[in-house]
């Protein structure tokens, strides 16, 4: 927890068997800064998360939770969790069930109080093994809320839910990052990393292989593309700083570049009969598939 | 050098600890909630509930009162020995089905996972459990002794709520095993294993069916037995050996099946 961070990974390997999980991954979080752990399935994003949650022990580096080691309870009375795959009692009632778990913790949200600052009153009554999938899933959030956490683990948490539940939820996490929780992110929905997330971390086999602002990533892969009609020679376009790729087809001149500005003020430049011209800006989707391919 | 070394690890522990403190009360408040919880789900589950809290007297009624009862009244140790029997058959129900089916399930469906996760206090899902299965134990007993004078046994009550303690204490050895199993077994197989030592324990321990001699051997393997002999003692009855010993076999198989469970779930969560 050098630097105020949280939690910090340092250099850390998990072996299963046969199978690298993780290999000299380092990793923290910051105060106050959501962060999203993206990359495919299998890429270390769980592993990783339960590193930090003391579940597993890692076999080479560190894993530190508030300067502690992460097993330590004093260390995790400052958490929320929220894991993708626990079943949870089903004979307790939902007021019931964030009733034990805020008994866990020093200071406790009020279990009416939770229940309304997740949208879940209308369930407090309700059997747990009753609710639907994505109610569940926003039980388990209240739970992960209740103790007033100053960092919270989400694994994928809003896997299941309607339109209007997710909402609610990214309702409450920016509400939360506002009264200064921070927040560590698994998301299959590169949607939720880019309306939430300050930071992202692309994970894939194991290794950190980007982080950065939605931004950074979108600006660290992708070269927007330029389109255009225009008669200059692409092997000249291509001679150009900042260009990376030309390509001429039916349609035109596609360009990719790492600073469209320079490019554009150029192509207007040597071309007074250009027309046709296009800037697009890939989202975090076609970013992110690149990275994990590239490193891959 | 070494200051600057050690400076940040020390400011990391202030920082972890300027938190709110969890003074005593609120820790006692988290095992607390933690036993209120676990019986209430047990007592709100009729698979589980219904058999364990109304088969042993009701097969208590059944044998002594209905089918034999005219020669239970005229034979004083039938009463008492079939009186013991069915107690203990009650005792052993809640805590080897009560553990060994739920933390199966449990395990296989990652809430003990989750509960690792969060600041669960060290011990609290064992203790809520064990406390759960004495409870269940003390309402049997109060049920046992409710039909114990329909069955022609009149004991004082003093005696009656000294085995009763003893009961409710002599559960310990049967959670232990049943948590033993349940760290080992699936969720779907966990009744099972739990039965195929049940099953076999009520007989051969000879606490329903006095044992043919050559086999009575077997029965001081068991905790069922030595929790039989131990009531004997308390209520000042007839028993065998001494109730040190039959104390202490019960104290080593709590101690040994608990740590084993407890490793075990260390190493496979």
């Known amino acids: 927890m050098t630097n105020g961070n949280l939690a910090e990974l340092d250099s850390v390997t998990k072996r299963f068997g046969a199978i690298t999980a993780l290999d000299e991954l380092s990793l923290e979080v910051r105060p106050g800064e959501l962060l999203a752990l993206l990359g495919p399935n299998g890429a270390g994003k769980t592993t990783a998360i339960s590193l930090l949650l003391g579940l597993e022990r890692p076999d080479k580096g560190t894993a530190r939770l508030f300067g502690l080691r992460p097993q330590s309870i004093a260390a995790r009375r400052h958490i929320g969790v929220m894991l993708q795959e626990a079943t949870l009692v089903p004979e307790l009632r939902v007021g019931e069930q964030i009733d034990m778990v805020a008994a866990y913790y020093p200071d406790p949200m009020p279990v009416d109080a939770v229940l309304e600052f997740t949208g879940t009153e209308s369930l407090r009554r309700r059997p747990y093994g009753k609710l639907s999938t994505g109610q569940k899933r926003q039980v388990q959030f209240a739970m992960a809320v209740v103790g007033r956490p100053r960092l919270m683990f989400l694994d994928e948490p809003t896997v299941g839910l309607d339109i209007q539940a997710r909402e609610m939820v990214w309702a409450t996490l920016r509400n939360l990052i506002e009264d200064g929780c921070s927040i560590v992110l698994t998301t299959h929905y590169l949607e939720e990393a880019e309306a939430l997330a300050d930071r992202v971390a692309v994970i894939a086999k194991g290794r950190l292989i980007a982080s950065g602002s939605v931004d950074e990533m979108r600006a660290l892969v992708v070269r927007k593309r330029i389109t255009c009609r225009t008669t200059i020679a692409t092997e000249q376009i291509a001679k150009w700083p900042d260009v990376q790729t030309v390509t001429r087809d039916q349609h035109g001149v596609r360009i990719t570049a790492s600073n469209t500005e320079s490019v554009v003020r150029r192509l207007l430049a040597a071309d007074q009969d250009l027309y046709g011209l296009e800037v697009e800006s890939a989202g975090l989707a076609e970013a992110f598939a690149e990275l994990t391919q590239e490193k891959n | ?269």
């Open chain 2, 1 to 269: 050098m070494e200051n600057v070394a050690v400076a940040p690890q020390i400011e990391n522990r202030r920082e972890a600890a300027a938190g709110p403190v969890m003074d005593r009360s609120r820790v006692l408040r988290a095992y607390r909630t933690e036993a209120k919880y676990e019986s209430l789900r047990m007592l709100r589950s009729p698979a589980f509930a219904g058999p364990f809290l109304l088969l042993p007297v009701g097969l208590y009624l059944l044998f002594g009162y209905v089918l034999f009862g005219a020669e239970i009244a005229k034979d004083p140790k039938a009463a008492l020995f079939m009186f013991m029997g069915f107690s203990v058959m009650g005792v052993m129900g809640p805590g080897m089905f009560g553990f060994g089916t739920t933390i199966a399930t449990e395990r296989e469906h990652g809430l003990l996972r989750l509960k690792r996760a969060l600041p669960t206090p060290p011990a609290a899902s064992l203790l809520g459990k064990m406390l759960m299965s004495m409870l269940f134990v003390a309402i049997i007993m109060a049920t046992m002794a409710a039909a114990a004078s329909l069955v022609h046994l009149h004991l004082p009550a003093a005696r009656l709520i000294g085995l009763s303690l003893v009961n409710v204490f002599g559960c310990l050895p049967f959670c232990a095993l049943g948590f033993f199993i349940g760290s080992l077994a699936s969720a779907k197989s966990a009744p099972a294993f739990v039965n195929l030592l049940y099953l076999p324990m009520i007989y051969l321990s000879g606490i329903l069916f006095p044992m043919p001699k050559s086999m009575e051997w077997i029965a001081y393997l068991s905790p069922a037995y030595h929790l039989s002999q131990t009531g004997l003692a308390a209520i000042g009855a007839p028993s065998n050996g001494n109730p040190v010993v039959h104390i202490a076999v019960m104290a080593v198989v709590t101690v040994v099946f608990t740590a084993l469970a407890v490793r075990r779930l260390a190493r496979v969560g």
